[in-house]
C-alpha cells in the first residue's frame, strides 16, 4: 500500500492493533440522535456536536461505540477537512439496552438502510459511510445486497473480516486468542443484561453462558438461534462480505494488512473477486484496525487521512 509505513517500534502486528486502541485519542463533543426502527426498537447515533458539512456515517466494530478510539479519531480528523461525522450504533452499542430481545450481528443490513434512507431524505444527498472491522463487514454485504441502489455516495472498510469463519478461527490461535477473551467476556456481560429483560425469550441460559469460550461456540449457542440462522455455520456463511464484493456499484475504498491478526490472510479476496468498483489497499504490516506512523496524535492517523482523501476524491 503506497504511503503508509508503520512507525518504529510498531511494526509488529499486535503492536498495531494494541497501540490503535490504547493510545490517546481526541474527544469531540457529541450530540445524539435517535432513530425509531420499523420493527419498534431502535438505533442512536452520535455526531460530532460542532462540525458542518456533508455528512458521513461512522460503523463501528464488535462491541465498539462512539467511544471507540478509532471512531473518536475519524470524527475529528472529518471535522477538520469540513465533514460531519457520527457513529451510528448498532442495536444496544449506545449504552442503553434496545427494546427487543435480539441483539446485532454481522450482518444486519436492514437498519443500516433505514438510516440511509432517512438521511437521502432529510439532507438531499446520499451520506459516506465508513465502517470498522465488523461495521466494515456489514457495509460491504450492504454494498453488495443494494448494488447501485445503496444509498450511499462513497465507502471506506477498514479491516473487515471477509470470511466469518476464518476470522474465528484465527482468534481462537495464538496470541490473538487474548483479543477474543476481550470480545466475548464483553458479549458474554450484554447477554446478562439480555437475561434480565427477556428471560424467556432467550436461548441459553446463564448458567451455561460461561462454557462458551470461543466465537464459535458463542455464534453457534447465541448469535445463530436468537437471530434465525440455523447454526454457527449457516450464521457466517449467509453474512460473511466476500461474496458480496463482485457485485458492488459505489465507489469504495478497502483498507486491509496482511498481518491482520483477526484474519488469515487466505480469506482476503482476490482481485476477480472485485467489483470495478472497489478498490482493495493491502499492507504487509498494520494490524487490525492500526495503520499509526506515529506515537502521538495527529502524527499517528494516517489511517483517518487516508479515508477523508478518499471521501474527497471526485466520482
Known sequence: MAG????????????????AALLPAPRPPLARERFELPDGD?????????????AVLVLHGLEGDSRSAYARR?????????????VLHARGRSGEPNRLARSYTAGDTDDLACVLA????????A???????????????????AAGRAGIRRAVAVSPPFDLGRAADRLDRGLSRLYQWHLLRSLRAGYRVKLAQHPQALP??????????TFRSFDDRVTAPLHGYAGVEDYYGRCSCRPF???????????????????????????AELAPAVRLELAAHGGHVGFLQGLSWPAQDWLARRIAAFLDASD
Open 245 to 271: 464484493l463482485k457485485d458492488i456499484a459505489v465507489p469504495t475504498l478497502i483498507v486491509h494488512a496482511l498481518d491482520d491478526p483477526f484474519l488469515y490472510a487466505d480469506a482476503i479476496p482476490t482481485p
Open 42 to 54: 431502535f438505533v442512536d447515533l452520535d455526531w460530532h456536536r460542532d462540525a458542518r458539512g456533508p
Open 4 to 19: 503508509f509505513r508503520p512507525a518504529f517500534g510498531l511494526g509488529g502486528a499486535h503492536r498495531q492493533t494494541l497501540a
Open 118 to 125: 432517512r438521511l437521502q431524505q432529510r439532507d438531499g444527498r
Open 127 to 145: 451520506p459516506d459511510v465508513v465502517g470498522y472491522s465488523l461495521g466494515a463487514n456489514r457495509l460491504l454485504k450492504h454494498l453488495g445486497e
Open 74 to 86: 475519524l470524527l475529528a480528523a472529518l471535522a477538520r477537512c469540513g465533514r460531519r461525522a457520527g
Open 204 to 213: 441459553l441460559g446463564a448458567d451455561d453462558l460461561d462454557a462458551l469460550k
